[in-house]
């Protein structure tokens, strides 16, 4: 246990978890004078144990912790979203002074983030939400941070964060993005694009699995070429090597031992909600969260295939017109997120520099991937660049992938291969780059049956038409 004549301490960790903990080395490496606090004793007795070598101690009595840190206190909480954070706030509120700064670095809905921004700035504490990507390995060594709301609040822990973040050419992955509630937003987003690659991926492995009939083996070299090339990324990294990994229980590929139901933390259907509020359609990530949805009807899809018969069909498509897809894909579910972020800027005011965003993208993250150094320097370009699909040169790869893109859609539909992640991006694709849409009928409609009135090509102003006299 901590003892209370120690020195005082820079910043305060609540909750010791694996994020938590990993957070206290990483900043215990980079030479910062840290601390924490748990309930559990024995989260205490496992951060002492890893932080024997920086003498890290941790404190399970919350005032004595709170009395060892430096004016003004700085805390941090990495605890479950949601009430938790409140109690935990509430519990600190009598402990603390005005000018003291409370950082939410869990998973908060973005609205939480707000209602506590202005809580606690009428009671004189500073306070502002974080994402953070990269799971433990990235909070130990490095991981990507999306911190917004109060400036003058991280100003006072900037040192601290661009030295734990990860690096790509010398910069660090964290950067202030905006007022209120904008960090915990950018990382809701970040994790909405996140569900649409992580469904495209396994798309593809039902296609390489079951359309083309690949072994396990095979698959984990697909993906690791294609790691080494255009398609680098996290995700597929670890995804390769899944295909490795052998289940102790019975020696066979793990992977084949876990039962075809996905779960989710909410993250990406609050990505899919907010996108319907700002009427910004993001189709593809809204596939990848029904579709986990759907994985959990798993009584009735066993059913339903013994009354319909299982499709064995095979897929007509090579490896590099895959290859194309999934790339072709993965551009449109980004894109998706950024365009959101765009929009959602103008709506809150959040005043999101795009280009930054994909900065600290790059590097320490979940959905960090060689492409995104093309996003960032398509918005390094153009910062008020509305749409990825407005840059030259990403316009130049989309234009050489769609053909194979359209070819492997085709196939799987023909094949009868669910593949909503993909025919999505396309859809949505050939959509937007429509000039005139056939939505024209639709409010002809809405003005026949509820008189819901039209806008005209020929001049402006609205209008209602007496559809009645058809009759």
Known sequence: MANIDLKKYKLGM?????????????????????????????????????????????????????????????LVLLVPAGPIVDSVIAELKPLLSKGDIIIDSGNSHFTDTNRRVDELEKEGLHFFGMGISGGEEGARFGPSMMPGGDKEAYNVVKDVLEAIAAKVDNDPCVTYLGPGASGHFVKMVHNGIEYAIMELIAEVYGILKNGLGYSNEEIYKVFKKWNEGKLQSFLLEITAEIFLFKDTETNTDLVDQIKDEARSKGTGKWTSEVSMELQLPIPTINEAVANRDLSKFKSLRVSLEEAFGKNESKIDVTIDELEDAFYFSMISAYAQGMHLLVQASKEYQYNLNLQDIAKIWRGGCIIRASFLENIYQAYNKNNDLEHLFGDSDIQDIIKSHTKNTRKVIVACVNAGVGIPAFASTLTYFDTLTTARMPSNLIQAQRDFFGAHTFERIDKPGIFHADWNKLS
């Open 14 to 74: 609540i909750g010791l978890g694996t994020m938590g903990r990993n957070l206290l080395l990483n900043m215990a490496d980079k030479g910062f004078s840290v601390t924490g606090y748990d309930k559990d004793l024995k989260m205490i007795t496992k951060l002492e144990d890893e932080g024997k070598d920086h003498n890290l101690e941790g404190f399970s009595d919350i005032k004595k912790f709170v009395s060892q840190l430096e004016i003004p206190r700085t």
